[in-house]
């Protein structure tokens, strides 16, 4: 069983910061991606950044220099760091990570329970 278990969530001020962690218990399988995904009221689910095991990054343009996302291989955790939030990032932050077994081919994705972030303008 595949559990993730996100925190950091909330409300702040526009010009503010947060930070979102999550957290995998997987065995066996391999974790390959860690991303952080959101959706605000009325809009599609759209990626916000993710990081490979080796730690290379992608971001939406609209938080490139704004978010950091990193991650913690031993401890099988994904943070990202919100600065400069704008009323525009209010959202639920989704974690998401992709894991298996490339061995035998076997892929799979987990999703987190999802974790509100209300910027204030």
């Known amino acids: 069983q595949v559990q993730l278990v996100e925190s950091g969530g909330g409300l702040v001020q526009a010009g503010g910061s947060l930070r979102l962690s999550c957290a995998a218990s997987i065995s066996i399988f391999s974790i390959y991606v860690m991303g952080w995904y959101r959706q605000a009221p009325g809009k599609e689910r759209e990626l916000v950044a993710a990081i490979t095991g080796g730690g290379s990054t992608n971001y939406a343009g609209s938080v490139k220099d704004r978010f950091t996302i990193s991650r913690d291989n031993a401890k099988n955790t994904v943070y990202l760091q919100m600065n400069s939030l704008k009323s525009e990032d209010t959202a639920v932050y989704y974690c998401?990570?992709?894991?298996?077994?490339?061995?035998?081919?076997?892929?799979?994705?987990?999703w987190g329970q999802g974790t509100l972030v209300t910027v204030s303008s």
């Open positions: 998401n990570v992709k894991y298996g077994d490339h061995v035998r081919y076997r892929f799979f994705e987990v």
